[in-house]
């Protein structure tokens, strides 16, 4: 074998090899749940634990799981959780489908806010809310009827400015 066929048969080899780690790369990337850096280390074991339960809410149908601080000195009862659905690999600027975001309320009372389409921004820490829903449940009654409901166009959330703006709203 002459010296340039032995160097083209080694640049072969290396570019075969280099191609499968990329692929089993990038095939791996598309497997994996997308997760954020969150304040609770097991999302089963939040304080929203019971409302999981209470309206048949699976975590494993999202791929999207997160807990952001709405600002407060109670980080845990200011904790919301935020789950949901997302096809891209853009893990700053989060699109998310058929999304639900748990709040607690006043006293013994919770927040389901749920929403078609929804917009997470974390480097501005802006979530924006489409056609959603929003629901007002007690934690100490097994019963699931809300106490308050609305239905939205559009739902700002500022989480570094602890604000919600709602626009478009309409009551049950």
């Avoid at 499968?20 to 609770?40: A, C, E, M, R």
């Avoid at 634990?49 to 952001?68: A, M």
């Avoid at 006293?107 to 929804?118: A, C, F, N």
Wanted: aromatic fraction near 10%; hydrophobic fraction near 40%.
């Amino acid at each position: 074998m002459t010296k340039s066929a032995t160097l083209h048969n080694a640049f072969v080899k290396m570019l075969i090899v280099t191609t499968v780690f990329l692929l089993t790369g990038i095939v791996s990337s598309f497997g994996q749940d997308k997760k954020l850096n969150s304040n609770v280390t097991n999302l089963e074991d939040g304080w929203w634990k019971p409302v999981l339960k209470k309206h048949n809410i699976d975590l494993k149908k999202f791929n999207f799981k997160n807990t952001f601080n709405m600002g407060g000195n109670d980080t845990i009862n200011n904790l919301w959780l935020e789950i949901g659905n997302s096809d891209s690999l853009n893990i700053r600027n989060i699109p998310l489908r058929d999304a639900i975001f748990i709040s607690k309320g006043s006293g013994q009372t919770y927040w389901i806010l749920t929403s078609e389409y929804v917009h997470h921004n974390l480097d501005n820490n802006i979530i924006i809310l489409k056609n959603g829903k929003s629901a007002c449940y007690d934690l100490v009654y097994e019963n699931i009827m809300p106490s308050q409901s609305f239905a939205f166009n559009e739902c700002r959330i500022d989480i570094k400015r602890n604000m919600m703006i709602i626009s478009g709203n309409s009551g049950n």
